[in-house]
């Protein structure tokens, strides 16, 4: 099945307390606002969430088993990361590009990159664990502005990457 479509709605949408597997996008958001919380994403083709120009809160959910990124942002959003497990995806666990994000206290581990901001995105990362990443654990590339404070990140090939970005970097181990 091809997933939860939410496309061109700012009403209230909400999906809590549920379990969305096997789809080709598990919950994706076109031109919508929305929030996915205490929810498991779970074996799913391509991205576990995924969202253009939509405004999104994602919170306390376990997001694993992705043939891409866990959770990608593309064109325009203003979301919220916080709480979550994102874990064994095999693209980034977060991955944004022309993307305003907060991303919280999110543990992010076991795929090939952990959190990506790309063109023209502002990121701000405030404790998370980021571990066991085979590339980089966190980049920031293309003209994008970012934040990293109290983060952790274990076990990666490369801790941080910048180019062509402005980042400040404080209180991290």
Known sequence: WEGIAIENS??????????????????????????????????????????????????SNTIYGTGYNGIAMEQFNDVIIRNNKIIDNQGSGIHGEATEAVVENNVIRNSSTGVTFDDFSEAVLTGNLIEDIQNEAFHLYLNCDGELSFNEIRNSGIAIGSFNSRLIAHNND
């Open 10 to 59: 700012d009403g209230e949408n909400i999906i809590k307390y549920s379990i969305v597997e096997c789809a080709f996008i598990g919950v994706r958001f076109w031109t919508s606002s929305g929030t996915v919380a205490n929810s498991i994403v779970r074996w799913i083709n391509a991205e576990g969430i995924y969202m253009e120009r939509s405004n999104v809160l994602l919170e």
